[in-house]
């Protein structure tokens, strides 16, 4: 089941606190259930994917191409479409609903987010510029990136040259983020730190691609328990 993922809704950050006093602060999930609308062979495609249906939709937004659509797959109206590529379809079969429970015993995701968009913005702000001489000599520039090109030769900006421009709006992923809980009863997701993205934005949750084998905070709490406890008893 870890093949797919699921779209959740950024809500907000808080913190979780453990029996230790230990304080960590997560980002949480509000998370949508997935319906298997199309199971795809690879006998009629070349590959074995999973095509799910997101959030709900009012039908006068369809087309009338997506109304026969899902006239056809004899199910609700979907707002978004997503395909995955799985090993094997056996498990999956149109119609099938999947929530938070694909995450039962993952330990860490990764998510895939929009960015908060910052609009038109000076290099100092999108490249951390130092900015030009603050003092005498320097004329209306003091923010101004400096030299922008050569001269004659080449005589062009080449492309990727950092200057002024359009910041954040762009799509982001974020690796092995750990999962502190699930709220399978309210369906809410709550990972550790910050992930990208303003309040109410969108962020695609699936299983971590990298092999982890590094503790998550519950572990790390359990072992120094056990150390200490260890100790104790040397010390009796």
Known sequence: M?????????????REFYKTGQLVPVTVLKMEKARVIHVIEEDKRGYKAVQLGFGKIKNSKLTKAMKGFYAKKNTEAKKKLKEFRVESTEN??????????IFKDIKFVDTKSKTIGKGFAGAMKRHNFGGLRASHGVSVSHRSHGS?????????????????????????????IEIIRA????????LKGSIPGSKNSE??????VKNIKKLTVTEKIDAAIKVKNAEDKKKK
Request: zero cysteines; hydrophobic letters at 30%.
């Open 203 to 208: 962020v695609l949750v699936k299983k971590s």
């Open 183 to 190: 709220d399978l009863e309210n369906e809410l997701l709550y």
């Open 2 to 14: 870890s093949e797919i993922a699921l779209i959740g809704k950024k809500i907000g950050m808080t």
């Open 92 to 101: 999956y079969k149109e119609g099938n609903e999947f929530g938070l429970e």
């Open 148 to 176: 922008t090109g050569q001269r004659q030769d080449p005589g062009k900006v080449f492309k990727g040259k950092k200057m002024a421009g359009h910041m954040g709006d762009k799509l982001r992923t974020m690796q092995n």
